[in-house]
């Protein structure tokens, strides 16, 4: 499980050297600012969710913290998200979902998350439960020593054991589908 799920479309390196002149075009100063990337991946100022989440992606490659991305971190964002194998997303993912950076997940840092992409995937209708549900399930079946925290251990497995857990927890609401439709739009 997961390898071949990891992906919608496979994205070709012509694709992503497009992606970097659009960076380059867009970004001739070499720093990409948030509502930049928001303009690149094609999220509409009117979806606040979509908004949200793109905001929390758009931190977790910001590794410097600059509130830019400079193009390193930028290609290194675009291989992740395009090309990325299933445990380099899911180590993401984990760091994306641990807002306080301690090593562990409690239950406030992944309802927030799931709260994002439960809006989400509702206008889509691809979600029956509620977010504390999905919260409650989620650290049923990954809190292994139900300590209350999960930590990056317990997330890769719990992923890899359960495809439930993986689609909740790796974070895909079609980023790389976002990408790939907007690649060679002209902002």
């Not at 012509?14 to 600012?33: D, T, V, Y």
């Not at 830019?68 to 395009?82: C, N």
């Not at 691809?126 to 549900?133: G, L, S």
């Not at 997330?155 to 060679?184: H, P, S, Y």
């Amino acid at each position: 499980m997961g390898q071949e799920e990891s992906h919608i479309e496979e994205v070709d390196l012509a694709q992503i050297q497009e992606l970097c002149i659009i960076f380059m075009k867009e970004c001739p100063s070499g720093a990409l600012h948030l509502h930049e990337f928001k303009k690149i991946f094609g999220v509409p100022s009117s979806s606040e969710e979509e908004s949200m989440y793109i905001e929390t992606i758009f931190r977790s490659f910001d590794t410097n913290q600059d509130n830019a991305l400079d193009f390193m971190e930028y290609v290194a964002a675009l291989h992740l998200v395009l090309r990325g194998n299933l445990e380099d997303r899911l180590k993401w993912s984990f760091k994306i979902y641990d807002k306080d950076r301690n090593g562990k997940l409690d239950r406030h840092e992944v309802k927030k998350i799931i709260q994002i992409m439960y809006k989400i995937k509702l206008q889509s209708g691809e979600i029956q439960m509620t977010p504390n549900e999905v919260c409650d399930r989620i650290f049923e079946l990954v809190d292994l020593n139900h300590d209350g925290q999960i930590s990056l251990t317990e997330f890769m497995e719990g992923a890899q054991r359960d495809e439930w857990v993986m689609n909740m927890l790796k974070l895909d609401v079609n980023a790389t589908g976002w990408v790939i439709q907007n690649c060679g739009r002209t902002p």
